[in-house]
């Protein structure tokens, strides 16, 4: 009890209370500093692009949140014309049958090529007829690549035919 006592008295002869409370001002202060160092760690990112002209920057930079799948190409070129003739068969077929969100899968034994055809957006009408846009992937060994066509048919109803007017490598916007 003595030593409880010893405390208490020292306790009371520097004015402190019985649990540490620290320096008032400067737990005020390290408040701050943390507050003022977690600022500038989450606002770094917004000030990057206001020292891009004092800090240069390559041109060359690639930036993009979706990376091609490996083996992809962008290429000006068409796939070899026996294998389109099965893909444009494959965009008929699934036009002719009208619903949406369908797809229709081709493939060229001889060579092995190989993809789907998927219809985009909905029929519209040009120049007399109903026109409808496609995507049609390419896919040959460990490359593929993406094709954007545009089929019509001239007569209305279901017994006109699709003929495949335009296909075209898909430029990626």
């Keep these: 009890m003595d030593g409880q006592k ?3 008295q020292t306790c009371q002869k520097f004015h402190c209370s019985s649990l540490y409370s620290g320096v008032g001002p400067l737990r005020l202060w390290r408040g701050a500093a943390v507050a003022l160092a977690l600022a500038v760690g989450c ?5 990057s692009s206001q020292f891009d002209s004092v800090f240069s920057s390559s041109d060359k930079d690639v930036t993009g949140s979706i990376t091609p799948p490996p083996g992809s190409k962008q290429s000006d070129e068409l796939p070899p014309a026996a294998d389109l003739a099965y893909a444009k068969v494959a965009a008929s077929e699934v036009l002719a049958r009208g ?9 060229n034994p001889a060579t092995g090529a190989r993809g789907t055809v998927t219809p985009i957006a909905t029929a519209y009408p040009q120049g007399g ?3 409808q846009d496609f995507l049609a992937s390419y896919v040959k060994g460990p490359s593929q690549s993406w094709l954007q066509g545009e089929a019509c048919k001239a ?3 279901k017994g006109a035919a699709w003929e495949v007017r335009s296909l075209k490598p898909w430029k990626r916007s």
């Excluded at 606002?43 to 000030?47: A, E, H, I």
């Excluded at 619903?99 to 493939?107: A, H, I, T």
Aim: one cysteine or more; glycine letters at 22%; aromatic letters at 4%.
């Design 99 to 107: 619903r949406k969100d369908s797809s229709q899968p081709w493939e």
């Design 155 to 157: 007569g209305k109803g």
């Design 129 to 131: 007829g109903t026109c």
């Design 6 to 8: 010893t405390s208490q």
């Design 43 to 47: 606002g770094g990112c917004s000030l």
